[in-house]
């Protein structure tokens, strides 16, 4: 199938890639020419497991380009995938500025075609948002009735940084909300050459799968680490050795022909200085936003924010009690990302550990064998 993406970034690029890779002819869109120039290339502007080599593939097959021209990728693609960013307002709710703008463009764009498109919102964008925002400018700017002309599906990515094209290749689920049964059924035209489940569900449910999956990871996170902290005040108490023994709990960790299952989800039972980037700290923001505006306090969601940022600067008193007053002392903090094989630093807990380091007056030396310097160093302006 001809397919457009609109958006380059850790979702887009590895979305249009990895459809690319699969047989789909894909053309990524993005405003900035510079980063399409070097996309064009074969150089990944994010650092991703595998992504330069994939893109490399597809971009001597013939079956993968970057442009900036968003009409041109509408009109010569059969489906257009929504990816752009949905960063966080200073409310915590989502900012849909570029959701509105690459919608109405969209529907500009539909207004003279006459054959069906599919549009696929891929952002993580709170429920409701692509029924009552999305749909209705995608119509206004078309002339056009969803569910005749075009169709309109919701399929969020359940992609993790540092092995994002293992997860998209080898996907656990496939989750796509329709508006309508034409929608579904096309979308998942695309992914017919994955084995693996495919749920079908409303547009509201399919946002709603998103934020509560990466709000379950969360809470998982934020209870060891109040578990830890609890454990902190027990003489003699270690939590690894705590959660080691919760973990044999059979609910968590079956036994299957006499062997430990040992599943993925243990790994968030386990304590350290919280967790960052992209999504989970963005995520459960928005969704706490969210239910505000439907008058409900996610008293629970509100906790594990809460606790998650303090939690980093524990790491910092637990410094002091060992060595005491941090003035002038030489520190090094090993690690800038928010977690390994990636650069991204979005919301990075280390990012919080070296401010207070040098509100403490500490010399702090940092290193990450994947982080541009330049990259880090906008974190850190103004604290000299």
């Given at each position: 199938?001809?397919?457009?993406?609109?958006?380059?970034?850790?979702?887009?690029?590895?979305?249009?890639?990895?459809?690319?890779?699969?047989?789909?002819?894909?053309?990524?869109?993005?405003?900035d020419n510079a980063k399409v120039e070097k996309i064009n290339k074969g150089q990944s502007p994010i650092h991703?497991?595998?992504?330069?080599?994939?893109?490399?593939?597809?971009?001597?097959?013939?079956?993968?380009?970057?442009?900036?021209?968003?009409?041109?990728?509408?009109?010569?693609?059969?489906?257009?995938?929504?990816?752009?960013?949905?960063?966080?307002?200073?409310?915590?709710?989502?900012?849909?500025?570029?959701?509105?703008?690459?919608?109405?463009?969209?529907?500009?764009?539909?207004?003279?075609?006459?054959?069906?498109?599919?549009?696929?919102?891929?952002?993580?964008?709170?429920?409701?948002?692509?029924?009552?925002?999305?749909?209705?400018?995608?119509?206004?700017?078309?002339?056009?009735?969803?569910?005749?002309?075009?169709?309109?599906?919701?399929?969020?990515?359940?992609?993790?940084?540092?092995?994002?094209?293992?997860?998209?290749?080898?996907?656990?689920?496939?989750?796509?909300?329709?508006?309508?049964?034409?929608?579904?059924?096309?979308?998942?035209?695309?992914?017919?050459?994955?084995?693996?489940?495919?749920?079908?569900?409303?547009?509201?449910?399919?946002?709603?799968?998103?934020?509560?999956?990466?709000?379950?990871?969360?809470?998982?996170?934020?209870?060891?680490?109040?578990?830890?902290?609890?454990?902190?005040?027990?003489?003699?108490?270690?939590?690894?050795?705590?959660?080691?023994?919760?973990?044999?709990?059979?609910?968590?960790?079956?036994?299957?022909?006499?062997?430990?299952?040992?599943?993925?989800?243990?790994?968030?039972?386990?304590?350290?200085?919280?967790?960052?980037?992209?999504?989970?700290?963005?995520?459960?923001?928005?969704?706490?936003?969210?239910?505000?505006?439907?008058?409900?306090?996610?008293?629970?969601?509100?906790?594990v924010l809460d606790i998650n940022k303090k939690q980093p600067l524990k790491l910092v008193r637990l410094t002091?009690?060992?060595?005491?007053?941090?003035?002038?002392?030489?520190?090094?903090?090993?690690?800038?990302?928010?977690?390994?094989?990636t650069d991204d630093v979005r919301e990075s807990p280390a990012i919080s550990i070296i401010k207070e380091l040098?509100?403490?007056?500490?010399?702090?030396?940092?290193?990450?064998?994947?982080?541009?310097?330049?990259?880090?160093?906008?974190?850190?302006?103004?604290?000299?």
């Amino acid at each position: 199938m001809n397919i457009s993406v609109v958006g380059t970034g850790y979702v887009g690029l590895v979305t249009g890639v990895g459809l690319a890779s699969i047989g789909h002819k894909v053309v990524c869109v993005d405003i900035d020419n510079a980063k399409v120039e070097k996309i064009n290339k074969g150089q990944s502007p994010i650092h991703e497991k595998n992504l330069d080599g994939l893109l490399k593939k597809v971009l001597a097959k013939k079956l993968f380009l970057a442009t900036t021209n968003l009409d041109s990728a509408v009109k010569n693609s059969q489906i257009t995938f929504i990816a752009v960013g949905t960063p966080s307002k200073k409310n915590d709710d989502i900012d849909l500025t570029y959701i509105k703008k690459v919608s109405e463009q969209i529907g500009k764009a539909l207004a003279s075609k006459k054959e069906y498109h599919l549009v696929v919102v891929k952002s993580t964008v709170a429920p409701e948002t692509t029924l009552k925002v999305v749909l209705p400018l995608l119509e206004k700017y078309s002339k056009k009735k969803a569910g005749i002309t075009f169709g309109v599906c919701m399929n969020p990515e359940f992609l993790r940084e540092g092995v994002a094209i293992d997860d998209f290749m080898n996907p656990d689920r496939i989750v796509i909300g329709e508006f309508d049964k034409k929608s579904g059924d096309t979308l998942e035209k695309v992914y017919k050459n994955f084995k693996t489940d495919i749920v079908k569900t409303s547009l509201n449910n399919a946002e709603m799968i998103k934020y509560t999956n990466n709000a379950l990871l969360a809470t998982l996170i934020s209870f060891s680490n109040e578990i830890a902290n609890i454990s902190q005040t027990i003489p003699g108490a270690n939590v690894f050795e705590i959660f080691k023994g919760v973990a044999l709990d059979k609910r968590l960790n079956p036994i299957i022909n006499s062997k430990r299952v040992n599943t993925q989800i243990l790994s968030y039972l386990n304590p350290g200085c919280g967790f960052g980037g992209s999504c989970f700290p963005k995520d459960v923001k928005a969704l706490t936003a969210f239910a505000k505006k439907k008058k409900y306090h996610a008293a629970l969601l509100t906790a594990v924010l809460d606790i998650n940022k303090k939690q980093p600067l524990k790491l910092v008193r637990l410094t002091e009690q060992k060595i005491g007053n941090l003035k002038n002392k030489n520190i090094a903090v090993l690690g800038l990302a928010f977690k390994p094989e990636t650069d991204d630093v979005r919301e990075s807990p280390a990012i919080s550990i070296i401010k207070e380091l040098i509100a403490k007056k500490a010399n702090v030396f940092t290193y990450d064998p994947i982080v541009d310097p330049k990259t880090a160093g906008t974190h850190f302006k103004n604290l000299y």
